[in-house]
């Protein structure tokens, strides 16, 4: 059986803090995190509980932030992504400003032994869908470092576009995290 068919996708609840606190420092831990994750599993890991509590209540609700968990029968979480809503005139995580409303997506891992499953499609047409219905964004942007190529596949594979927007590596200048964009679909547009 597909996973995709087994794997619910939805938003956390505040209450499930541990097993977002859990997630984390797994993909944390993850061969690739030195490159997807702009924190170590040593930062995190020292957090308090004060700390995660706040990051799940923040990403529960509301239109500001959404974390999706991909959740199977058993109530295991095998991935997770979270989109962030800029404005306009904000500031972005590498300290850039923002020029259009628009979701920024974060926070994205799949535990390895679902990776090839369907559950990555599955998390980002959750995640995409809610911030063109949701917040009402006029485009989903992402940041992949250029060594991530299998990350930056399944980006392309979506329909992500690089921008032509790099930003240094936080801790290695000489590499670049590379700005993707999805634009929303002409027929959404219309309809919204």
Do not use: C
């Not at 209450?15 to 170590?40: N, V």
């Not at 020292?46 to 974390?67: N, V």
């Not at 295991?76 to 628009?102: H, K, M, N, P, Y």
Request: aromatic fraction near 8%.
């Amino acid at each position: 059986m597909n996973q995709v068919l087994r794997d619910a996708v939805r938003p956390i609840r505040a209450d499930e803090w541990p097993k977002a606190k859990e997630l984390r420092l797994l993909a944390l831990k993850d061969p690739a995190a030195p490159i997807a994750f702009l924190e170590t599993y040593e930062q995190a890991a020292t957090e308090p509980d004060s700390f995660w509590q706040e990051r799940a209540k923040g990403a529960a609700g509301g239109t500001r932030a959404r974390q999706f968990v991909a959740e199977g029968q058993d109530g295991a979480w095998s991935g997770t992504v979270t989109v962030l809503i800029e404005d306009a005139g904000s500031g972005d995580v590498f300290g850039g400003a923002v020029q259009q409303r628009q979701a920024h997506i974060v926070g994205v891992f799949v535990r390895p032994e679902h990776r090839g499953s369907g559950v990555i499609d599955a998390l980002f047409e959750t995640a995409v869908g809610w911030a063109w219905s949701v917040a009402e964004v006029a485009r989903v942007r992402l940041y992949v470092h250029e060594d991530n190529t299998r990350a930056e596949s399944f980006y392309q594979r979506y329909g992500f576009v690089r921008s032509g927007e790099t930003v240094p590596m936080k801790g290695d200048p000489s590499k670049a995290e590379r700005e993707m964009v999805l634009d929303k679909p002409k027929v959404l547009s219309d309809i919204s």
